[in-house]
């Protein structure tokens, strides 16, 4: 039983990112956990002058979430009456970082998608804020679904990577259920000016092969540039549907999540993208 949590915030966006979820997993018997933490919409309004005002916007907050959340499920029950699906509904109040980090620990979490951008929408930005924090700090494959990306099966998959990580093997075993449910191919990118890889180099593309035996792959190699530039370029000339980079240290992730915000270095994500989290963040 795969296990996917999917928070929302009730916007379009987020409606999307589950509908994109349980069509991306139609053909697994999978458990949805269906999240909104509203702890946020509770302290930040701005009537809130005595305890009594507070526990009282909570008790609204969270019966307007709870109804919400069943509009949801009725709704999705409906687009995708899927007998290999089954779902369940928290309505939960604290920050969406601390709610989702307790429910993969608690429930074994295989992955969690979620909308680029929610209720905000700002079209200026590749990430909003809660998609940023949660690549960032919960310790869980996070699968992000750009505004207006209707779904289409993975056919053609981008993987980045300098092959100096260990891989995980579960993350792997997931990569390689969906390649294989859709037949996909892996196009796996290294930017770099050395032909010759090291002996550990060497070892990690080993180990990506053989966990990885029911996808095409096929290798390329570029010359050292701007990272992203590579990226954007490869997406666009290769027809590319979804992209997969390694967020850990010394990863081509991390390096561009440590200049700040990735729309500064100019990664322009118009596809799903899968960051598999290779270390407990902290």
Known sequence: MRKILVPVDFSKNAMNAL????????????DFYIIHAYADEVYDHTNLVSRDDFNELKEIVHK????ALESVLSTIKEISPNPRHEYRTLSL????????????????????????????DDRKLTFGSNTLQVLKYVKC????????????????????????????????KLLSTLTKSFRSTIN?????????????????????????????????????????????????????????????RHSYLECMLQQSTIDKIG??????FLAMQNLQRY
């Open 141 to 172: 494959p996070l699968l992000a679904i750009p505004s207006g990306c209707s779904y289409s099966a993975p056919k053609n998959v981008l993987f980045p990577t300098n092959y100096l990580l260990p891989f995980k093997r579960r993350e792997l």
């Open 64 to 67: 307007n979430s709870e109804e």
């Open 93 to 120: 109040f604290g920050s969406l970082i601390d709610e989702a980090n307790d429910l993969v620990d608690r429930e074994n979490i295989d992955i969690l998608i979620m909308g680029t951008r929610g209720k905000t």
């Open 267 to 272: 990664l322009h994500i118009k596809i799903p």
């Open 19 to 30: 509908q994109y979820a349980v069509e991306l997993f139609k053909y697994e018997r999978s």
């Open 188 to 248: 796996f990118l290294h930017v770099s000016n050395y032909d010759t890889l090291s002996i550990r180099q060497e070892d990690n593309k080993d180990f990506l092969e053989a966990s990885l035996p029911d996808a095409e792959l096929v290798f390329h190699q570029e010359g050292a540039e701007d990272l992203t530039n590579a990226i954007n370029r490869f997406v666009k000339n290769h027809t590319i549907d979804f992209l997969v980079m390694v967020n850990s």
